[in-house]
């Protein structure tokens, strides 16, 4: 039965792409770890956002980023990257204010339940057992790879 | 009760990388991946005012200036692909937990590149994550 569902799964697009996502932030992580040896974080997360920039280009250049567009869309997307940055900020305030980094970097790691409990609030999103059996291992994970 | 400053910031942090998982499905709901992306990093940008290093950014080696860079290319790479993962129909609830354990292929690849041990801690996460992925994806 789960071999049915995954073998199903595998065919979407959407893992996929969830799987390119995997290896992008990974290479951002790898690359990151390099950089931050001589560059401090704020430096580091202005060029890291310069980094962004030429992908953006393109996508503009190209007409990629035409298409249907929704103002509302838009405000969500502006919301995402704003978001983001101040996230980054916070965390990074967290650590100069004394944080504990082991503390720190577990508890902002669990961001996937906030997104899963929103989902579940706003979205209704419904999630099998196994994806919620899932959901809990991912965050298993997630916390062993901050400690 | 009393609320440190650091533990105050770290539940703002935990709180916005919760609500952007939401937002990237309610953006991609209404316009494509790559706009999405595009109107993220304008989002992004209004910050760079307040990280802008000035001239502390000519005592950095090229080398390292350049690794960073492409840091942020690979940040805008994933980035595009989890709003395309979400505007192929996955659910925000089954991908950001999915694409959250990435640490998994960094733990695989640093021993190699970087030449780091693998602790036991991330070993079970490697094996826990590699269970995640096979359950979120059923």
């Known amino acids: ?147 | 009760m009393h609320i440190t400053a650091w533990l105050m910031f770290t539940i703002l942090a935990l709180i916005c990388f919760g609500v952007v998982g939401l937002l990237q499905k309610l953006s991609t709901d209404l316009v494509s991946a790559e706009s999405a992306l595009v109107w993220l990093i304008v989002g992004f940008l209004l910050l760079q005012p307040i990280l802008y290093p000035g001239r502390a950014l000519l005592n950095y080696s090229t080398g390292n200036i350049a690794i960073v860079f492409s840091a942020g290319v690979c940040n805008a790479l994933g980035s595009w692909a989890i709003l395309a993962a979400m505007k192929a129909g996955g659910k925000a609830s089954v991908v950001v937990p999915f694409t959250a354990v990435y640490p998994i292929v960094v733990c695989l690849l640093a021993p190699l590149l970087l030449h780091e041990h693998i602790s036991a801690p991330q070993g079970i996460g490697i094996v826990c994550g590699l269970g995640a992925i096979f359950l979120l994806a059923s």
């Open chain 1, 1 to 147: 039965m789960i071999m049915l569902e995954l073998s199903r799964t595998v065919k979407q697009r959407w893992f996929w792409y969830s799987v390119l996502t995997i290896l992008g932030w990974a290479g951002w992580a790898l690359l990151l770890k390099i950089g931050s040896e001589e560059i401090p974080s704020e430096p580091s997360l202005f060029l890291q956002t310069t980094g962004m920039i030429p992908l953006a280009l393109i996508l503009v250049v190209t007409g990629s980023s035409r298409g249907p567009q929704s103002n509302l869309g838009v405000v969500y997307s502006l919301l995402n990257g704003i978001i983001t940055g101040i996230g980054i900020l916070c965390l990074l305030a967290a650590y100069r204010s004394g944080g504990n980094t082991s503390v720190v970097a577990v508890t902002t790691s669990l961001y996937p339940l906030v997104t899963f409990a929103l989902a579940i609030l706003l979205l209704h999103e419904k999630l099998t057992k196994l994806q919620v059996c899932g959901l809990l291992l991912a965050t298993v994970s997630i916390v062993l790879f901050s400690l």
